[in-house]
């Protein structure tokens, strides 16, 4: 069997169909020798009036060559008697003579005597005619004539009889033939549905590695290259192809490795670079913070403050003082959060400068709600604003510009207002500004490093609201105001 | 994981085998059943064909194998034979042709049977035959009909003499109502009419059995003090040589001026016929018939007062003797010469009784 399932496919799928073919051969075989016995026992359920015939025959024979030689005395009728009465005579051998219940038999046994009688009774006829004892023959045959004619009566009676029971004995058979011929169409059927479910069974349990295949080939296809491979148990057609494929994915597998490894190699290389970069940025902008060394900037401030002061130039020394205090609040601010106090002070501190360096036409006005000034923000805020709104809005127009600095609560929130009267800007700006979208022109000699952008992505930051900081403009020449809402946090 | 998979297929493939076994088991069970089935069952339908197998043959030979007092007797003697494995045949009841008693003789001699029981007669020619049966060694039994001169074993029948006697004393109750009538109707003794009595005898046969039958009665009715001017039997003969003769003779008597006051029927054939002729010709109560046998057909006729009495044989008795004898003969090398058989009187009083037995043996 086992070499059977080595073997292959075709040669399996060919054994099987051999198989059914055979198993079916033989049922029909069976039937056939079924159908062949019954048409036997057929044929046969008359013979015994075939036999009869032959008997009647035969008697008939006897009884004209026994009359010919009567009336002629010839020698070939002579001949014919002593024919047909052997053959009679074996005839009659041949019959039973059984007494059962059954008629015929009976009758049967009655006819074989009888003959045996009327043979005697002939021979005694043609043995006298032959010693010319006229009057002996007669009488013998007058006697032999009766016994044939009563054998006759018998023999017609006995056919009749036969033929009565055998047909009785017919119909029976043709019954059983009918019945035969159900039986067989039935058996024919089941072997027939037999053979298609062992056919199938086998077919499916050959093809279930194949599709164990398919299904592995699948999955691979999806790129799920995780799979169990499918086992080849024989070493069919479908074996070999499995054996194939378990290679294929596994080498596929390998190579895929390979290139995944050298990629992740080329990552790595990448990234030395990019952290290399980061580090020579990260050296230069030490090396340039190590020469803005704050002290000696306030050093020299307050020594430029002091000797303002023994010269008695009060005003000269109130402003190096102010830019001093403006410095240090930059250099000092490296927290996140600081007070509003702080920020409104740093403010306050960059229009003084303002106002020395362009003489004063800066209008500077605070409307600030003193409680609240012990709140926190984001650091470095107020003061870029302040001065975008310097650069942009007042330093542009024509007559006195006016900041105006609000610090008010509006209810839970804090709010902060700068409102200038300066150039405004129009909508399309607005949006652009608080979308982070405008480029602001970096080359400003005098800007002071933070964005409008970096502000208000801090602010978002701060508050998780994207509306903590609006701005609002009637349009050109109007004025602007920007308005934080930050959230007041319970103390 | 991966080995679970290979089990699995390993036990499909298991079940494989056997789905194949189990499927080539079957296949061959089926086959073998189917074949032995087969078999037996061919061998049910050709086995009808035989019966029980007998020793000894013997063959019944009578008139008429039709009529129900010889069925009856056949029967009786079929079952007797039965049980001590021989079989009767009644012969003539398989040919297709009539046969005479004589025919039917030859060709159960013929036919060299172990026995033959037969309806003789005093003819020469059954003589004959009886003889020529014995001398080639059958044994001959005559049933109910003797041939006394013949070389027969026995003779099983009845008493003729007691028939007659039976039929006697009937006639002479039959003369007593007629007396009785007569003194209250007429006035002279010259008046008184005679009664004619009619025996129906069979022409063919020199019966001596009828002869004392026809004798007995006479005699009876003479011991009972009955003059001649009473009665007067005649014989009439009734011609049985051919079918349907008697039952025209048994119409000529009824055709004549001076139709019988009695008319004794010595067989069942015989009854039937002279009840529905005197049916037919509208005589009932003035013609009696005294009847032979116990034929339902009779009884009934008894129970409507169409005929008078009747005689009723013990077939069962005639049967079961005649085949005894033939036994004892082939055990003793001899048998008693006469078996009679029972015969018993029905008449209106006792039908009713004879037909609540008859039901009975039912």
């Known amino acids: 069997m086992n070499k059977l399932l080595n073997s292959s496919l075709q040669t399996k799928i060919i054994s099987v169909c051999v198989f059914a073919n055979m198993i079916i051969f033989v049922v029909n075989l069976f039937l056939l020798l079924g159908i062949n016995s019954m048409s036997n026992d057929m044929d046969m359920v008359y013979q015994d009036n075939r036999a009869l015939n032959e008997l009647t025959k035969a008697l008939d024979e006897v009884q004209d060559s026994m009359t010919l030689y009567l009336s002629s005395k010839t020698s070939d009728s002579l001949e014919n008697y002593y024919i047909s009465a052997q053959r009679l005579s074996n005839l009659a051998g041949d019959l039973d003579d059984k007494i059962t219940d059954l008629s015929y038999n009976r009758m049967e046994r009655n006819i074989k005597y009888m003959t045996g009688n009327y043979l005697s009774e002939v021979e005694q006829t043609i043995d006298t005619k032959r010693g010319r004892n006229v009057e002996k023959y007669r009488a013998y045959y007058e006697k032999s004539t009766e016994l044939y004619k009563d054998i006759k009566a018998y023999l017609t009676s006995l056919n009749l009889e036969l033929f009565v029971s055998n047909s009785e004995n017919f119909s029976t058979l043709i019954t059983a033939f009918r019945y035969f011929e159900v039986v067989a169409v039935a058996v024919t059927f089941l072997v027939m549905i037999g053979n298609v479910i062992i056919i199938t069974k086998f077919v499916k349990t050959m093809i279930m590695p194949l599709k164990k295949l398919s299904d592995s080939a699948d999955e691979v296809a999806d790129g799920n290259f995780d799979i169990v491979l499918p086992t080849a148990h024989y070493n069919d057609e479908v074996g070999i192809v499995i054996g194939a494929f378990n290679k294929m994915v596994i080498s596929i597998k390998d190579y895929i490795e390979k290139l995944r490894e050298s990629l992740e190699k080329e990552k790595d290389m990448q990234e030395k670079e990019l952290t290399m970069e980061a580090h020579l940025k990260d050296a230069q902008l030490k090396y340039l913070k190590a020469q803005i060394n704050p002290h000696f900037l306030f050093n020299t401030l307050n020594a430029g403050a002091q000797l303002a002061m023994m010269e008695g130039a009060d005003r000269t020394y109130e402003y190096v003082q102010t830019v001093a205090d403006f410095f240090r609040y930059n250099v000092k601010n490296r927290e996140d959060t600081v007070k509003v106090r702080e920020e409104v002070t740093l403010v306050d501190n960059y229009i003084r400068i303002l106002n020395v360096r362009f003489s004063g036409d800066i209008g500077y006005d605070k409307q600030v709600d003193e409680r609240l000034l012990e709140h926190e923000m984001p650091s470095m805020i107020l003061q870029p604003i302040v001065e975008n709104a310097v650069n942009h809005g007042i330093r542009e127009m024509a007559g006195e510009g006016r900041i105006l600095l609000k610090v008010y609560r509006e209810d839970d929130r804090l709010c902060i207002s700068v409102i200038d009267n300066g150039k405004g800007m129009d909508s399309k700006t607005i949006e652009e500004i608080l979308s982070g979208t405008r480029n602001p022109d970096e080359s400003r000699y005098d800007n002071n490093g933070i964005g409008m952008d970096n502000v208000i992505s801090r602010l978002r930051l701060f508050a998780g609201r994207d509306d903590v900081i609006n701005i609002k403009s009637d349009g050109e020449d109007k004025g602007c105001e920007i308005k934080l809402s930050l959230p007041l946090e319970e103390k | ?362």
């Open chain 2, 1 to 362: 994981m991966k080995k679970s998979n290979v089990d699995i297929y390993q036990k499909r493939i298991n079940r494989q085998y056997l789905t194949l076994l189990f499927t080539l088991f079957f296949v061959v069970i089926t086959l073998i059943a189917g074949s032995f089935y087969f078999r037996f069952y061919r061998a049910g339908i050709t086995r009808r064909a035989e019966g029980n197998e007998y020793d000894q043959y013997y063959v019944m030979i009578t008139d008429n194998y039709k009529s129900d007092f010889w069925q009856s007797v056949y029967r009786s003697a079929l079952e007797t034979a039965k049980e001590h494995g021989i079989y009767v045949d009644l012969l003539g009841e398989n040919l297709s042709g009539d046969y005479s008693c004589e025919e039917l003789m030859r060709m159960a001699i013929a036919s060299k049977v172990d026995g033959i029981i037969v309806y003789a007669s005093e003819a020469v020619s059954m003589t004959n035959l009886i003889d020529e049966a014995v001398k080639n060694g059958i044994p001959v039994v005559t049933l109910y009909g003797d041939s006394t001169h013949s070389d027969r074993l026995s003779f099983v029948g009845v008493g003729g003499y007691s028939v007659g006697k039976l039929y006697g004393k009937q006639i002479v109750n039959i003369i007593k109502d007629n007396r009785r009538q007569e003194l209250l109707e007429s006035e002279t003794i010259g008046d008184r009419t005679q009664i004619q009595i009619a025996v129906l005898a069979n022409a063919d046969t020199l019966d001596a059995g009828q002869n004392i039958i026809i004798s007995s009665m006479q005699d009876t009715i003479r011991q009972e003090n009955a003059t001649d001017s009473e009665f007067e039997v005649s014989i009439v003969t009734v011609d049985n040589t051919n079918a349907f003769a008697v039952e025209e003779s048994i119409r000529d008597i009824f055709m004549q001026e001076e139709v019988p006051d009695v008319i004794v029927a010595l067989n069942e054939l015989n009854t039937v016929c002279a009840y529905q002729a005197v049916v037919d010709y509208n005589m009932v109560g003035d013609v009696n018939v005294l009847g032979y046998y116990d034929s339902e057909e009779i009884i009934k006729a008894i129970d409507r007062g169409v005929i008078y009495a009747t005689v009723a044989i013990d077939t069962d008795q005639l049967g079961t003797y005649s085949v005894q004898a033939l036994m004892d003969y082939y055990e003793f090398g001899n048998t008693s010469e006469y078996y009679t058989a029972d015969i018993t009187l029905i008449n209106k009083e006792n039908v009713g009784d004879f037909k609540k037995k008859e039901e009975q043996d039912e």
